[in-house]
């Protein structure tokens, strides 16, 4: 069984930055399964950010050249810089396809 706790999540100008961090325990076998998605009010998770096996990374359109997915170990950190009001949303760490954190809140401010 994995475990997976978020952190970092919290409120935003927009041109802000905040760094995300998702700590991983239990039966991890490869830290290339994990991502990040997020969900936003009334919209469908999806994916933000992931490794791949071989430390390959996929980005979402929306995010490319902004955010950056990093690891150490095994946590994974999402540094999210030039924050828009569309990055609002509560972020989900994921490993392996299958396994979820409990979220951490990115909030705009007005």
């Known amino acids: 069984q994995v475990q997976l706790v978020e952190s970092g999540g919290g409120l935003v100008q927009a041109g802000g930055s905040l760094r995300l961090s998702c700590a991983a325990s239990?039966?991890?076998?490869?830290?290339?399964?994990m991502g990040w998605y997020r969900q936003a009010p009334g919209k469908q998770r999806e994916l933000v950010a992931r490794f791949f096996s071989g430390g390959v990374t996929n980005y979402a359109d929306s995010v490319k050249g902004r955010f950056t997915i990093s690891r150490d170990k095994n946590t994974v950190y999402l540094q999210m810089n030039s924050l828009k009001p569309k990055d609002a949303a509560v972020y989900y760490c994921n490993y392996g396809g299958s396994a979820w954190g409990q979220g951490t809140q990115v909030t705009g401010a007005s």
């Open positions: 239990g039966r991890i076998f490869s830290i290339g399964a």
